[in-house]
């Protein structure tokens, strides 16, 4: 059997390691458009927890790691001249050059041809008996395929930039700055004792205000921003002391996330065209803000390998076992990312509403809850806690609201809806708390409006414009919104814009909540109440 992989790629080196481990009578050879020392971008960074299955099927990662990697536990996040730590964050960095040469090494030593500076389309591998697409979010060979995928692919609204630092971090850390054109926000991560990663985001008007929107994109590959370098260097320069930022092709870019139904193609219209099985990039990304997409692509290795190495005769079931046992686990983590994209996305937003204890609780209760964050750091969520209290005067759920006449004595409620689960009132608690009705329209004396979220963010635009409306009634606006349907991200989004940008309190009606994810909700200031159903 004989196997093409085009990319040299932390995936594609990996798959032919180890399906030359499990099968020395497989060919293999990868195709590498670049030289071997070529890379784009500065470092990878791995959490702790996940690395178990890949240090499993071979220690080359480890050894990277182990040796030349920077490790941490702490999260650190920097706001208003305040610095907040979370730990049982363990993580590792590497150099993405050193970890490349090592894996080329590893695959050469078992075997594998590794040519480089050498770039293949699909009729020149027509030789093959399969070609693993492992060329990145850029594929050539998917581009070559006449065949549906169903790829989704959706753009993010922020604005992202990669360089690398001589300052380094101690740890991952996030970096708030407001500049006279907006809120800049960097991703920080040590990946050896000289360098650390330095990704910056930032919305899309605050990057047309600061000019940044000059870089001619158009220039080939290779060549960065210098007019960016040299402002984020001066916004940033007492958080990094005075150090420089490198570049390696540092341009802006708006991040793609991408979604493949198939991962794979049996035949095409061509007869001679071979099996293609796609791995990484190629067919799914999820935001480098809940992990590592080498870490993706190389599990898809694992998996790719196993399922060719158990089934070499019949590639069609290898490939649809390929499929069912990494897909699960790259759409948990797509699904995971979406919410953490959505925060990059608001992050301004949240700089100027929050104080720096609840933006960083904010931030990293983002897609877990109050009692699992407890378990990481103790320490982090009760001085979290503590914020709220000395603020309020009591416990999140135990805080007492008012307004307009109507109050509740804690911010758990519980709520009647109709059968198909339209809210109608929140219940009084106590004899001495009345009903407050739910309504599409105004009523007389205190109410609260009913806004049904939208099951996707693009009807967002719509219900914030409702929102502004009855934001604009005067005396007669609801003492609060209470939110229910479309989805959690949703009906969170819809919350936010309420409370923050029309100042409406809202109530979140969420029919899965249980006392722990209310707190997080009203700890973070997602929403004021949460509604469970009666």
């Not at 499993?56 to 941490?72: F, K, N």
């Not at 920080?188 to 205000?209: K, N």
């Not at 759920?397 to 059968?419: H, I, K, N």
Request: charged share 25%; glycine share 8%; net charge negative.
């Amino acid at each position: 059997m004989r196997v093409a992989v085009a990319g040299g790629g932390p995936g594609g080196l990996f798959f032919a390691t180890l399906i030359r481990r499990a099968d020395p009578s497989i060919e293999v050879t990868v195709f590498e458009r670049n030289r071997a020392d070529d890379t784009f971008g500065f470092g990878v960074v791995f959490s702790d927890r996940t690395l178990a299955g890949i240090h499993e099927a071979d220690p080359v990662l480890r050894e990277a790691l182990t040796e030349h990697g920077r490790h941490w536990d702490e999260i650190e996040v920097r706001l208003k001249g305040e610095r907040i730590r979370c730990g049982g964050n363990g993580m590792a960095a590497v150099v993405r050059r050193t970890l490349l040469a090592l894996m080329q090494a590893r695959a050469r030593d078992v075997g594998a041809d590794l040519r480089f500076s050498t770039e293949v389309t699909l009729d020149e591998l027509a030789d093959y008996d399969l070609v693993v697409a492992a060329d990145g979010a850029g594929s050539k060979i998917r581009e070559q395929l006449d065949a549906d995928l169903g790829v989704e692919v959706e753009i993010a609204t922020a604005k992202f930039i990669w360089f690398g630092t001589d300052y380094l971090f101690d740890g991952l850390t996030f970096v708030h700055e407001r500049s006279p054109d907006g809120v800049f926000a960097v991703h920080g991560y040590p990946i050896s004792d000289e360098v650390s990663t330095f990704i910056v985001e930032t919305d899309e008007a605050s990057w047309r205000r600061a000019g940044l929107d000059e870089f001619d994109v158009t220039q080939p590959p290779g060549t960065s921003d210098m007019i960016t370098k040299t402002y984020l260097e001066k916004l940033f320069a007492d958080q990094i002391d005075g150090k420089q930022l490198l570049t390696n092709n540092s341009r802006w870019g708006n991040f793609r996330t991408r979604r493949t139904r198939r991962w794979h193609t049996l035949r095409t219209g061509k007869a001679s065209t071979p099996p293609v099985a796609f791995l990484g990039d190629a067919v799914h990304t999820a935001h480098f803000s809940v992990g590592s997409g080498t870490k993706m692509a190389m599990e898809d290795a694992v998996a790719l390998s196993r399922a060719v190495a158990g089934s070499p005769s019949d590639l069609g079931a290898a490939l649809t076992a390929y499929e069912e046992a990494a897909q699960p686990s790259v759409r948990k983590i797509q699904n995971s990312a979406r919410p953490s994209l959505a925060w990059w996305e608001h992050f301004g937003r949240y700089h100027d509403e929050f104080e720096p204890w609840q933006f960083a609780y904010h931030f990293l209760s983002r897609s877990i809850t109050d009692a699992r964050l407890a378990k990481r750091d103790p320490a982090f969520v009760a001085a979290s806690h503590r914020g709220w209290v000395e603020e309020h005067g009591a416990e999140p759920l135990e805080t007492p609201f008012d307004r307009a006449g109507w109050s509740v004595p804690g911010r758990l409620v519980t709520v009647s809806a109709t059968a198909a689960g339209v809210p109608t009132a929140v219940l009084g608690s106590t004899e001495e708390t009345q009903t407050l009705p739910l309504a599409d329209e105004p009523q007389s004396g205190p109410w609260g409006a009913t806004i049904a979220a939208p099951d996707s963010e693009a009807g967002l635009p719509e219900v914030f414009a409702r929102l502004t409306d009855l934001a604009g009634l005067g005396t007669a606006a609801p003492v609060l919104v209470a939110v229910y349907g479309g989805t959690s991200l949703t009906r969170t989004l819809v919350c936010e814009q309420a409370r923050m940008h029309d100042r409406l309190p809202a109530l979140l009606v969420d029919p899965e909540s249980d006392r722990d994810r209310a707190l997080t909700t009203v700890l973070a200031g997602r929403a004021e109440l949460v509604g469970v159903p009666a």
